[in-house]
Nanobody, 120 residues
Framework: QVQLVESGGGLVQPGGSLRLSCAAS????????MGWYRQAPGKQRELVAR???????DYAASVRGRFTISRDNAKNTVYLQMNSLKPEDTAVYYC??????????????WGQGTQVTVSS
């Protein structure tokens, strides 16, 4: 079994910073792309940022220049450093990873979500 566990969400004032972490654990053979998505109330889930196993990154236009995604392959962990946060960044943030578990096929896995609220 594979699990993704997120941490680091919370309440922050506009202009502030937060760092999200997501650790994958379980019977992992290999971890490929990892990323962060978010879903605000009444809106569809959207991609925030993703990173390949080789370190290539991709960002949503709305966060480019403010957010930075990184990963530690040895720890199967992905991070999202969020700076200059805006009220419109308020959402539940979900970790996603493409993982090949031991003795099974490659599949998409999701974390449980962590709430980020940007408000004064």
């Amino acid at each position: 079994q594979v699990q993704l566990v997120e941490s680091g969400g919370g309440l922050v004032q506009p202009g502030g910073s937060l760092r999200l972490s997501c650790a994958a654990s379980g019977s992992i053979f290999s971890t490929y792309a990892m990323g962060w998505y978010r879903q605000a109330p009444g809106k569809q889930r959207e991609l925030v940022a993703r990173i390949t196993s080789g370190g290539g990154t991709d960002y949503a236009a709305s966060v480019r220049g403010r957010f930075t995604i990184s990963r530690d392959n040895a720890k199967n962990t992905v991070y999202l450093q969020m700076n200059s946060l805006k009220p419109e960044d308020t959402a539940v943030y979900y970790c996603n990873a493409l993982i090949r578990a031991i003795a099974t096929t490659t599949a998409d896995y999701w974390g449980q979500g962590t709430q980020v609220t940007v408000s004064s």
